[in-house]
């Protein structure tokens, strides 16, 4: 594990060593992308439309990363997405995410597809935001939302692009599934992957028993195994804005929608109280073909100019981050790449990823001739040219 944190040296190389380490199931589950990977490439890639305009002979000796949002302070513009099923990563993966989380002060989204209690990560930390996939009906909903607000969260996240299953064909052909099935597959991927067979599966199994899903609904959900997963996670597609409505009037927090592309969309969800907006395309998981959340960054910032607008998905450098920042968005999280970095080293391996994003994000900053990131959001056209070269030189 040493050897391998130690040469990572970007987000990407976590990948690498993931692979490996993982067995071939658990590392399809996080690899996994819709069809043809169209919606995953495209995240990706969308960020090389833009290129930097750097501005020289400017006092850069010290410099300042950090963001506020939410009325919380934050050392980075950078937090960890929603990772569903990490326990299956590394050891309690979620309490890893979030401890590191913490220690880095960034935003953390527990994902309601987790398998460690809600409550457990709220207690470690008070910060961490809490993203739910909506229940079927306004009873359970309900119920759900007073069991989050028992937990003490203060940020509700609202996944709505997943009204049903993605193509499961990148599962199938990994091996993985829900429910788990242990196939002679899954048992030789296991015993030909002895760290994480002891240092993970085989030590949750002992020390907490079979894995659940423990926050899709208010009480504890099926276990991992169990036949009747499918069903728990069938009943979304007659969800629609009314519930948005419900969850406004029963949340009196900071209140955040995620997985919107469409500025429309946007609107809808400030104008019903959405205090905070990710656009999203679920990491290129659900819809195949679909438009980056870079691309749609600044129309939807220039149609909800006054919610703080994020975005995840394709973001693997600190150059990014900053790009995103230029375009308009208050912060931007990051997912798979904090999954391959559990699977890597559980929670130093998290600790070691923010760092070397934060240390891009920090040298970016001084060659752009940047101190605050404030400066960049105000006027990002004066540091990024895009696809309009004439209007960004103009700004320039």
């Known amino acids: 594990m040493r050897k391998a944190l130690d040469s990572c040296l970007c987000l990407n190389d976590f990948e690498r060593h993931a692979r490996r380490l993982l067995p071939e199931p658990i590392f399809g589950y996080i690899s996994a992308a819709a ?7 495209n995240n990706v890639n969308a960020f090389k439309s833009c290129a930097f305009i750097h501005r020289v002979l400017v006092d850069v000796s010290h410099r300042d990363c950090g963001i506020a949002l939410f009325d919380q302070e934050y050392a980075q513009p950078f937090g960890i997405a929603p990772v569903g099923l990490s326990a299956l990563f590394t050891y309690r993966g979620d309490l890893a995410l979030s401890n590191a989380a913490s220690s880095r002060r ?52 609202i996944t709505v692009d997943t009204p049903v299953h993605p193509n499961k064909e990148h599962y199938i052909r990994s091996g993985f599934s829900t429910p788990l099935r242990f196939t002679p597959r899954l048992f030789w991927q296991g015993v030909s992957h002895p760290r994480w067979l002891a240092g993970t599966f085989l030590k949750t199994v002992a020390k907490h028993g079979i894995p659940h899903f423990e926050n899709n609904y208010a009480s504890r959900g099926a276990p991992i195994v169990s036949r009747h997963i499918e069903r728990d996670f069938s009943d979304r597609g007659h969800l629609n804005w009314e519930h948005v409505k419900l969850i406004r009037r029963l949340w009196k927090h900071p209140l955040v929608i995620k997985g919107i592309l469409s500025p429309q969309d946007a609107s809808m969800a400030a104008e019903l109280g959405a205090d905070g907006i990710i656009l999203s395309n679920h990491g290129g998981r659900q ?31 600190g150059s990014d981050v900053l790009k995103c ?68 030189l103009r700004a320039a």
């Open 325 to 392: 920042l230029a375009l308009g968005a208050r912060c931007v999280f990051v997912g798979r790449p904090f999954a391959y970095a559990a699977g890597v080293a559980g929670q130093r391996g998290i600790e070691k990823a923010i760092d070397l994003l934060s240390a891009e994000i920090d040298r970016n900053m001084a060659m752009l001739g940047l101190t605050r990131l404030g400066d960049l959001r105000a006027d990002g056209q004066r540091f990024l040219r895009g696809p309009d070269a004439t209007r960004a």
């Open 106 to 157: 960034i935003p953390m989204i527990m994902s309601g597809s987790s398998l460690i209690p809600l409550e457990e990560v709220a207690q470690r930390n008070p910060q961490a935001w809490f993203q739910a996939y909506l229940p079927g009906d306004a009873d359970q909903i309900d119920a759900l939302m007073r069991r989050v607000i028992r937990a003490g969260f203060k940020t509700l996240v």
């Open 35 to 41: 069809e043809d990977r169209a919606a995953f490439d």
């Open 287 to 317: 819809l195949d073909g679909a438009v980056s959340p870079f691309e749609m960054l600044p129309l939807v910032v220039e149609r909800c100019p006054r919610t703080p607008i994020m975005l995840d998905g394709g973001i693997r450098r």
